[in-house]
């Protein structure tokens, strides 16, 4: 495994724990001696996100993963909570064995997860991905996140 700081092919693994989507390794750089984490996924048939104006495209884990991100910036939220959903989700998608998936259902159990790590989070995923046209229609989604509560 390549060094993200230095370069160099020399690793050991240190740490090796399941995580829901695969395996978590923590390494250790042989040559300049810091630690990195990697993750190994099982990888099979990959379906077809269907976008709502009709076109298709692989389902990209690191799209999904960079969205989720996003959302969470500034939020206290742990990155190994967010790789956990992310994982999730992936597998959700992975082990449905369907060759298609709309990205409204994949965009749902973003929103689900993020709605139990944080509501504010939730909120800033929600105005992107539900494409609020005024500030009534977000009003709308607050208030039923605290329904919720």
């Avoid at 999904?64 to 959302?71: C, H, I, N, Q, Y």
Wanted: aromatic fraction near 6%; proline fraction near 3%.
């Amino acid at each position: 495994m390549k060094c993200p700081f230095c370069d160099a092919n020399d690793s050991r693994v240190v740490d090796t724990r399941q995580v829901e989507a695969g395996i978590r390794r923590r390494r250790e750089c042989n040559t300049c001696g810091k630690r990195f984490t990697t993750y190994e996924h099982v990888t099979g048939i990959t379906p077809l996100v269907v976008k709502s104006d009709g076109r298709r495209e692989e389902f990209d884990r690191q799209k999904l993963l960079v969205g989720v991100r996003k959302a969470c910036a500034k939020r206290p939220i742990p990155g190994e909570d967010i790789e956990n959903l992310v994982a999730h989700i992936e597998e959700t998608v992975l082990g449905s064995g369907r060759t298609e998936i709309s990205s409204k259902e994949i965009g749902q159990m973003a929103l689900e997860g993020l709605r139990h790590l944080d509501e504010v989070a939730y909120i800033r995923f929600a105005s992107v991905y539900l494409d609020f046209k005024d500030l009534e229609s977000m009003k709308r989604e607050v208030e039923k996140l605290l329904e919720h509560r």
